[in-house]
C-alpha cells in the first residue's frame, strides 16, 4: 500500500488515513518512514509542520547542508560523488543524478539520491509493511527483558522459552459497523493459539472509533484474542 509521493500523480495516502488533516498525515509518513532508514537520515516529526511530503524532505535537506558547511570539525576524506549530487540540487539539475552509481557518503548526498533516483523528485513506502516493523520495534523497546521475534508477519514475546504473547500487525480499519475485513486476521489469530499461546492481539491502527482493547469471541479459540488501536505518530527513537 504505497504511502508518498509519485511524480505523475502527487502525493498518495493510503484511504485509512484519507480523512485525516494534513498535519496528522503528515506526522504518520513521518514515523513510518522513519522506520525504514539508517539513523543520518531520519526525520523529526516536528518536520510535519511543513506538511508536504516534499516540502518535508526539502527542509530536511537544507538543515542537513546548512549543519555540514556551518560546521567546525576538521572537514573528512572529499566525497566525489556526494560534491556531484549536492552541486546538482542546489542548481536544480539532478538529471545526472541516475548515472552516478556509487553511494555518496554524506547525509544530504543520500536523501537527495533516495528522492531523486530518476531525476525527478519522487518517493514512497509500503505502509502496511513499515506499520509491522514499527509495532516491532515498539514492542522490542518495551521488552527489553524478553526475547521478541518477527516472523512471517507475527511478532513473538517470550522469556525462559515460554511464548507470553502473539501480535499480528494489520494495517486495516477496525470498523464495528462491518468488521469483514478482519476475518481473515481473525482467522489466523485463533490459529495461532494452542498449546505454546494463549494470547494473540490484533495490532491495526487506530482511528476515531476504534480506540481501546476489544476482545474477539470465536468459538474455536483457545485462548485470548483482542483487537488492539495503535497510535502510529509516537516517537520511537
Not at 531520519?42 to 556551518?70: C, H, Q
Request: proline letters at 3%.
Amino acid at each position: 500500500m504505497k504511502f508518498g509521493f509519485l511524480s505523475d500523480i502527487g502525493e498518495i495516502t493510503p484511504s485509512i488515513f484519507a480523512k485525516l488533516d494534513k498535519l496528522s498525515r503528515a506526522k504518520i509518513f513521518i514515523a513510518l518512514y522513519n522506520v525504514g532508514v539508517e539513523s543520518e537520515l531520519k526525520i523529526p516529526l516536528s518536520y510535519a509542520k511543513f506538511l508536504n511530503f516534499k516540502d518535508i524532505f526539502d527542509a530536511r535537506i537544507n538543515f542537513l547542508l546548512r549543519e555540514k558547511y556551518l560546521s567546525f570539525k576538521p572537514a573528512s576524506r572529499f566525497c566525489l560523488p556526494s560534491n556531484i549530487i549536492i552541486n546538482g540540487y542546489l542548481k536544480d539539475d539532478l538529471s545526472k543524478i541516475k548515472f552516478i552509481a556509487k553511494e555518496p557518503k554524506m547525509a544530504a548526498a543520500k536523501m537527495i539520491k533516495m528522492l531523486y533516483r530518476s531525476g525527478e523528485f519522487e518517493f514512497f513506502i509500503d505502509a502496511a509493511q513499515m506499520f509491522c516493523q514499527f509495532v516491532y520495534d515498539k514492542i522490542r523497546l518495551r521488552h527489553q527483558d524478553k526475547e521478541v521475534v518477527l516472523n512471517g508477519g507475527v511478532i513473538s514475546v517470550k522469556k525462559d522459552g515460554k511464548n507470553l504473547l502473539s501480535v499480528m500487525p494489520s494495517f486495516k480499519k477496525v470498523s464495528f459497523d462491518d468488521m469483514r475485513n478482519l476475518n481473515d486476521d481473525i482467522d489466523r489469530a485463533v490459529c495461532a493459539l494452542g498449546s505454546e499461546c494463549e494470547m494473540v492481539y490484533i495490532v491495526c491502527p487506530r482511528n476515531e472509533e476504534f480506540r481501546r482493547h476489544v476482545e474477539v469471541r470465536h468459538c474455536f479459540a483457545r485462548g485470548c484474542i483482542k483487537l488492539v488501536p495503535y497510535t502510529i505518530i509516537s516517537k520511537i527513537f
